[in-house]
C-alpha cells in the first residue's frame, strides 16, 4: 500500500505559468488536503475537500484551486504562479473530516520554485 | 496572535539526556491534540496523541493542561535518532469541519 503519492517531487516554474500538483491516496479516506510550509510560519492549511464532490478553503486559500472528481485525487492548482508560491506543498488524507480523532497522513511533498 | 504557539529551539541535548517542549493554544474550545515528528525536508508523521489524562508511549510521555491551555511532550533517555522538529497540533472544529492547526514546531538535536 502506497498511502499517498504526490506528484512532482519537485519543480522549478517561471512565474506567470500554470501549475498542477497532484495527489492520490490509496487508503479510501474520505478527507483530503493541501498544505503549504514555509520556514517559520508552520504548516498552513490551503484547500481542503470532506469527501469526494466537495471542497472548501482553508488559510491562505488566494491564487490555488482543487478539485475532488473521486475519492482518490484531489489536485492542486496553481492557475499563474507568483514567487510568493515558492514553498514545500503537503498533501495529507484522514479517514474522516469529523470527530475529535481527526488522524492526518501526509504525502512526501513537492518542493515547488517559482521565478 | 498565532493560535498554537511553540519555542523554535533548537533544544540541544547529549544522548540519554531527558527534554521537554511546551506548547500552548489559544482556542479553548479545542477538542484534541496530537504531537507530530517531521524530519529533515521530510513529511510530519504522527508521532502521539494527547489525552486529557495523560499518556505514554515508551520514552514519549504528552500531557494536557486545558486550564492554562497548554501541551507538553517529554522525551525520557533521548537518542540520536530523536533528532527532528515536533510539530504541536490542535484540532478545532470550524463551520462543522474539523481543522488541524500546526505549531510552527521546535527543532531538537540530540548529540553523541
Known amino acids: 500500500i502506497a498511502g499517498i503519492t504526490q506528484a512532482p517531487t519537485s519543480q522549478i516554474l517561471a512565474a506567470g505559468r500554470r501549475m498542477t500538483l497532484r495527489c492520490t491516496q490509496d487508503m479510501r479516506h474520505n478527507a483530503m488536503y493541501w498544505y503549504r510550509q514555509d520556514l517559520g510560519l508552520g504548516l498552513r492549511l490551503i484547500h481542503y475537500s470532506n469527501t469526494a464532490g466537495t471542497t472548501g478553503k482553508g488559510e491562505v486559500p488566494d491564487g490555488y484551486s482543487v478539485s475532488r472528481a473521486n475519492t482518490d485525487d484531489f489536485p492542486l492548482t496553481l492557475a499563474s504562479a507568483v514567487p510568493s508560491q515558492t514553498s514545500v506543498y503537503f498533501c495529507?488524507?484522514?479517514?474522516?473530516?469529523?470527530?475529535?480523532?481527526?488522524?492526518?497522513?501526509f504525502g512526501a511533498g513537492t518542493r515547488l520554485s517559482v521565478l | 496572535r498565532k493560535e498554537v504557539e511553540q519555542d523554535p529551539g533548537p533544544f540541544n541535548v547529549p544522548e540519554g539526556a531527558t527534554v521537554a517542549f511546551n506548547c500552548t493554544y489559544s482556542?479553548?474550545?479545542?477538542?484534541?491534540f496530537f504531537w507530530y515528528r517531521q524530519d529533515c525536508r521530510k513529511e510530519p508523521k504522527l508521532l502521539m496523541s494527547?489525552?486529557?489524562s495523560g499518556n505514554e508511549d515508551g520514552r514519549f510521555t504528552a500531557q494536557l493542561n486545558r486550564a492554562s491551555q497548554y501541551i507538553s511532550l517529554l522525551i525520557r533517555d533521548s537518542k540520536l535518532s530523536d533528532s527532528a522538529t515536533y510539530l504541536c497540533v490542535v484540532n478545532e472544529e470550524e463551520d462543522s469541519s474539523y481543522k488541524l492547526i500546526f505549531g510552527s514546531g521546535t527543532r531538537l538535536l540530540v548529540r553523541p
Open positions: 494527547v489525552y486529557s
Open positions: 482556542n479553548s474550545a479545542s477538542q484534541s
Open positions: 495529507a488524507s484522514s479517514r474522516t473530516s469529523g470527530g475529535t480523532q481527526n488522524i492526518q497522513y
